[in-house]
């Protein structure tokens, strides 16, 4: 149903699953394995999975904190798409990807939710994209603000509560665990 013309294929996106991303994050273990679920019934299934990678002064293109968790793999020409900003489409060779492969609908994966995740999601409905936010398998770390400390689990729950049935002209957005993937 996406409002993008002529594009009713989907893909798969992990988003900032890397080293320094990741090493403190809400349920890291179970969350990564469930990415790596995902990934491996999206490649099943025939939809293409694109990998985003962010960069930053503190996460340099090809030091270790950049590189992807060990956990998952990239296969041979999946794409890989370097970004800058929170949202994966800025500034990105994401939106060529998704063209060339005729995508109109996201399955949505990775870290942080409550930036890259969250912005690239709702970069991607802004765009006229379909969103489904995979519920178990993206997280993100507490962290402390000026009102004290910010749960994982509640931002988490927030973004999953969002994206559950939202629709906007032309584009819907859906939550889905794992499990019913695919089928």
Partial sequence: MSSISGRDKSALLVI???NGVVPDAYKRDEIVANINTAVAKARAAGVPVIWIQHSDEWMAIGSTEWE???ELVPAAGEAKVGKLYRNS???TILEEELSKLGVGHLYITGAQTNNCVRFTSHGALDRGYDVTLIEDAHTT???QWDSGQVKASVLIDDLNASFNGMELPGRVTKIS???DLFN
């Fill in 89 to 91: 489409f800025e500034a």
């Fill in 68 to 70: 992807i968790v060990p």
């Fill in 177 to 179: 665990p794992v499990a």
């Fill in 141 to 143: 770390s507490d962290y």
């Fill in 16 to 18: 900032d699953v890397q």
